[in-house]
């Protein structure tokens, strides 16, 4: 399994980014999703969730603002930020597992994961 993530940057507060991940070697339609962040000295926090339903599950301070969506035929994962703030910086990550049910927002749930894209707002 292969998770690529890329869109991450520098930009200003208020504005928006929007990442992609490309997943390779799973079976793309099942299983769950997610994006992930990790401030530094922090620990790696839950950001956004999908499920293979369909069903989404957002962290409190993101929720309104970000949104995680696939495209099934570009077996690509997304998480468009709007409306940045200083705190959302961090390396964000994305994941997968290949077990259906309830996908916990919780990293430790999570089996496969991409290198990391950097966000920084200021």
């Known amino acids: 399994v292969q998770l690529v993530e890329s869109g991450g940057g520098s930009v200003q507060t208020g504005g928006s980014l929007r990442l992609s991940c490309v997943v390779s070697?799973?079976?793309?339609?099942?299983?769950?999703m997610g994006w992930f962040r990790q401030a530094p000295g922090k620990e790696r926090e839950g950001v956004a969730v999908l499920d293979s339903d369909g069903t989404t599950t957002y962290g409190d301070s993101v929720k309104g603002r970000f949104t995680i969506s696939k495209d099934n035929a570009k077996n690509t994962l997304y998480l468009q930020m709007n409306d940045l703030k200083p705190e959302d910086s961090g390396m964000y990550y994305c994941?997968?597992?290949?077990?259906?049910?309830?996908?916990?927002?919780?990293?430790?749930?999570?089996?496969?994961w991409g290198q990391g894209t950097q966000v920084t707002v200021s």
């Open positions: 070697g799973y079976t793309y339609n099942s299983g769950c």
């Open positions: 994941a997968a597992d290949p077990r259906g049910g309830y996908c916990y927002p919780t990293a430790t749930f999570f089996k496969d």
